[in-house]
Structures are given as structure tokens and as C-alpha cells.
């Protein structure tokens, strides 16, 4: 196992208990997270909460599987950058910590594994 492979299951061991951790407090207070879905404008939010909660599962699983962990990357990068550019927009700069870290680390997996995603994308 090399270096870069032991960075790379660190990370993706990190992000597959963050995710989780996540879908595990949304579905907790599903209520809470909808309100603030409807407050920033998405439609159905309680869809979209669920839907979230969805992803969030399937990703934290499919980011173990080394195959899987460079696409799995870019599929929650893009979520991210989604929650990053509403909390922005909506003035919560204070809460942009949150998706920092997971979002360095999603960008050093897909680095580590782009040959991988070039793969399955061509």
C-alpha cells in the first residue's frame, strides 16, 4: 500500500462517518432541516431533505469502495458546493465552516483517484 493510497482511505474513512453522521442528524430533525429548505427557497423541501438524506447514505457507503471513491467524490463535491453557494447566498457565512473540511478533503481524493473518474467518465 503506498502513501497516497493511505491518504486517500483516510480521507474517504473520514467522509464515509461525516456523511453518515450527516443523514443520521437530518433524519433526526427532519422538521428543522425541511423549515430551513422552505426558508431558502427550495421547492418541496421535505423531497429534498429526503432526498439529501438518500445520497448522503448511498455515498457514504459507495466512497469506501475504491472503485467508486473518485466519482462518489465529485457527486458530493458538487452537493457541497450546492449547500456552500445557499449558505453564502443567504448570509450564513458563519456556518461555511462546516462544508470546508469535507470539501478539501473530497478535492484530495478526486486528485489521488482522477484516473479512476477519467475511467468511468470516458
Known amino acids: 500500500m503506498t502513501f497516497t493510497d493511505i491518504v486517500s482511505w483516510i480521507c474517504q474513512l473520514y467522509l464515509a462517518f461525516f456523511f453518515a453522521r450527516s443523514a443520521y442528524r437530518k433524519v433526526k430533525n427532519f422538521e428543522r432541516v425541511s423549515t430551513e429548505f422552505r426558508d431558502w427557497g427550495y421547492p418541496l423541501p421535505e423531497f429534498v431533505t429526503g432526498f439529501?438524506?438518500?445520497?448522503?447514505?448511498?455515498?457514504?457507503?459507495?466512497?469506501?469502495?475504491?472503485?467508486?471513491?473518485?466519482?462518489?467524490?465529485?457527486?458530493?463535491?458538487?452537493?457541497?458546493?450546492?449547500?456552500?453557494?445557499?449558505?453564502?447566498?443567504?448570509?450564513?457565512i458563519r456556518r461555511l465552516i462546516e462544508p470546508a473540511i469535507p470539501i478539501l478533503l473530497l478535492l484530495v481524493i478526486i486528485m489521488l483517484r482522477h484516473a479512476q473518474i477519467a475511467d468511468i467518465v470516458i
Open 52 to 92: 439529501l438524506v438518500c445520497v448522503w447514505i448511498v455515498c457514504s457507503v459507495t466512497i469506501l469502495i475504491p472503485s467508486l471513491a473518485g466519482i462518489t467524490s465529485v457527486v458530493l463535491l458538487v452537493f457541497m458546493m450546492i449547500a456552500s453557494a445557499t449558505l453564502l447566498v443567504h448570509g450564513e
